[in-house]
């Protein structure tokens, strides 16, 4: 990557912080930012997730002296969460440059097999929760005329997965909402991309991080690298899509 790219200056919200990609995401970006030529200011990172105290941990480990670092625990479909992150931001008249979403779920199985507590669980996070997460933070951006939204999908977005009906309907939804978001918004300087990883080492699976069954795969520092990339691309640049797979997977 140019050694120059840093991401736009202003707030970098990164939902689904508290582990994987969102946390790997969040570590490039302060690494990115720490090694930028330009160190005069003006990068401040907000992460999102549940698990308050992975998320302090975090930020007590990213936390640096020109770029602030803050968390915000909560659940991505809750609306009144949302507002209570973004309404220091406005009311700061700070600058909302980036929003990389990350949060995300699935539960898999055979269909009539799998519980409906968990249909509800990946519909409610994977489709409303992004559904929320845009409607709250589009009007600040279209307020800036600017603003760049990365969605982190799948790439059963293309391609649905043999038992991951629901996981599979919920990503092909998250990717056409973004689809036609990013129409909408165009009008307004605001870029809107999708990253479309296979399978990534993470505790998204039934194995934990760092299982023998994941050595080949995707690490979350890859998907971040591409995330840098895309955040990083000239302005005038929107990237639509990227998809990115392990050498060893089949699809
Ligand atoms: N891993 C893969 O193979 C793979 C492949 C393709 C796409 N993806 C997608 O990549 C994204 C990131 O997944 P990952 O692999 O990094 O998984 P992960 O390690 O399990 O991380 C998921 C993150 O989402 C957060 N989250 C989940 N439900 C939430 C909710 N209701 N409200 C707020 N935050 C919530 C979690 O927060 P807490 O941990 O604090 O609850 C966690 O930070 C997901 O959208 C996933 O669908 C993953």
């Known amino acids: 990557m140019n050694n120059n790219a840093t991401p736009p200056k202003g707030v970098i919200l990164i939902t689904g912080a508290s582990s994987g990609v969102g946390e790997a995401v969040a570590r490039s970006m302060v690494e990115l930012i720490k090694s930028a030529a330009d160190q005069s200011g003006g990068h401040e990172l ?36 949302l507002g209570s992150v973004l309404s220091p931001i406005i009311a700061m008249g700070k600058r909302l440059s ?28 994977n489709i409303l929760g992004t559904a929320v997460l845009l409607q709250s933070v589009i009007p600040v951006m279209k307020e800036a005329r600017a603003g760049h939204l990365v969605v982190v999908t799948s790439d059963v977005a293309r391609r649905p997965l043999e038992e991951g009906a629901i996981y599979s309907a919920s990503k092909y939804a998250q990717s056409s909402m973004v689809a036609s978001i990013r129409k909408e918004v165009q009008p307004f300087g605001i870029r809107v991309s999708e990253v479309l990883p296979g399978l990534i080492d993470t505790n998204f699976h039934a194995e934990p991080a760092g299982s023998p069954a994941h050595h080949d795969w995707l690490q979350p520092t890859d998907v971040a690298w591409w995330i840098q990339a895309v955040v990083c691309a000239p302005q005038h640049v929107v990237v639509d899509e990227v998809m990115i797979h392990p050498l060893s997977q089949r699809y």
């Open 98 to 125: 980036v929003v990389v979403h990350c949060a995300g779920m699935g539960r898999f199985g055979k269909h009539d097999e799998v519980k409906l507590g968990d249909i509800d669980e990946m519909i409610a996070t």
């Open 46 to 81: 907000v992460l999102l997730g549940r698990s308050a105290q992975k998320l302090t941990e975090l930020q007590a480990e990213l936390r640096g002296d020109m770029s602030p670092v803050t968390a915000y625990a909560g659940d991505i479909t809750d609306v009144g969460y």
